[in-house]
Structures are given as structure tokens and as C-alpha cells.
């Protein structure tokens, strides 16, 4: 079977999407199809898409499933799961709003201030997730309940909120998130960079057969 490789710049698509356009018709290649079932690599990364009609040619749409097909492996789904994959999406999207014209060391000092900063934030939001609709909070070392109360004033639950999160993931859980990502971004950022720069979204595609796809 055919093994094209080519590169392409991608596009933003909407939403949590983006897009990469092809550069040749499927259509001669494959026969006339509405849609053309492909898999291949993006950057290294295994992926499986469907090329089809994109503007004035063709191409395929990438989403962000990374969260959800681990989740699958691990053993980790559960009504987390869809808190996980849209905070992340938000970590992702301040990463891309970022100043580009860093370069060098400052960057990776940049990075590596928001790998600690989005830790913080991602267990301060999946809290947010989930403790209003908890009942009966309880941390030992701490007098009183840190419930979420209907109808007391907003800076009294704020406070709550705070202390419970203070006392549950801060010290914990997000701190060893923000100093992994602080020594993986220092660690490996320079050599990660380089290689992504390097390969300028190099991309390989072959088409699978319909049966496959149907099985």
C-alpha cells in the first residue's frame, strides 16, 4: 500500500480542532471518494483521520483525544474525566497565547513559570469541578465543615473554597505537578523545541482499507 510523506502547515479549525491540508487529491490516488479513511503519523504522533474536501483542496481534522484514549488504558474513566479533557484544553490554549518572540534560555524560564503557574490552576479548577456537589467535607486538623452552602454570601463559600483546596491539593498533589513540569520543561524543553522546529510538521499518510475501517 502507498506511503505518502509530506509537510504542511496546520490550520486552526474551530473549537479544540486544527486542520492539515494535503497536498495531492485522494481522489486520483484512491478513486473518487467522499471521504478517504487514512492513518499515519503528525510530528512522531500516531493518528488515524479521514481526508476529505477542505477549502479550495483536501485535508484532515486533528482533536484533541490524548486525555481521553489514557484515560481508556488506565483504567481512569469516571465524571472527571470531561473536567480533565476542557481544563487541559484552557492549559493548552494559554501556553499558544504566549509571547513567540522569546527565544533561548528566556523562553524555557518562560515555560517553565507556566508549566508551575497552569498546575496550580489545573487543580484549582478540577476542585471547582467537584466540591460544590460534595457533601459533608471534613479534613482532618480543621474545625468545621468546608461544604459548599447555597445562599451564603459569595466571599463566605470563596473562603471555603480556598481552605478546602489549601488543605486538600495544593500542598500536594499540584505541587508535585508544578515541579515536575517545571524540571521536565528545563530538563528536556531545550531538546524537545529544537526537534519540533526541526520537523516543521513533517506528516506520513497511507490509506486503510474499508474493511478495516468498518471492522
Known amino acids: 500500500m502507498r506511503q505518502i510523506e509530506f509537510e504542511a502547515t ?3 479549525g474551530g473549537r479544540d480542532r486544527v486542520t492539515v491540508p494535503v497536498p495531492f487529491d485522494p481522489d486520483q490516488l484512491w478513486g473518487a471518494k467522499d471521504r478517504h479513511h487514512v492513518t499515519g503519523t503528525v510530528s512522531g504522533m500516531r493518528v488515524r483521520a479521514v481526508i476529505e474536501p477542505l477549502d479550495e483542496g483536501f485535508g484532515f481534522v486533528l482533536g484533541c483525544t ?31 497565547l504566549l ?11 518562560m515555560l517553565a513559570a507556566y508549566g508551575v503557574v497552569s498546575a496550580y490552576a489545573f487543580g484549582l479548577l478540577m476542585n471547582l469541578s467537584g466540591w460544590p456537589f460534595a457533601l459533608g ?3 482532618p486538623g480543621h474545625e ?26 495544593t500542598g500536594s498533589f499540584d505541587t508535585g505537578r508544578a515541579i515536575t513540569n517545571a524540571l521536565a ?10 526537534t519540533l522546529r526541526r520537523a516543521q510538521r513533517r506528516a506520513e499518510v497511507h490509506r486503510v482499507d474499508d474493511a478495516a475501517v468498518r471492522a
Open 66 to 96: 490524548s486525555l481521553f484514549a489514557s484515560a481508556l488504558v488506565t483504567a481512569g474513566v469516571g465524571p472527571w474525566l470531561p473536567y480533565q479533557m476542557l481544563v487541559s484544553a484552557w492549559v493548552g490554549m494559554g501556553a499558544g
Open 185 to 194: 520543561i528545563a530538563i528536556l524543553g531545550p531538546a524537545v523545541l529544537v
Open 144 to 169: 468545621g465543615s468546608l461544604d459548599f452552602v447555597a445562599g451564603a454570601p459569595l466571599a463566605e463559600n470563596l473562603q471555603r473554597f480556598a481552605v478546602y483546596t489549601l488543605l486538600t491539593s
Open 99 to 109: 509571547p513567540r518572540r522569546v527565544t533561548g534560555r528566556i523562553e524555557i524560564v
Open 10 to 12: 496546520v490550520a486552526r
Open 137 to 139: 467535607i471534613a479534613v
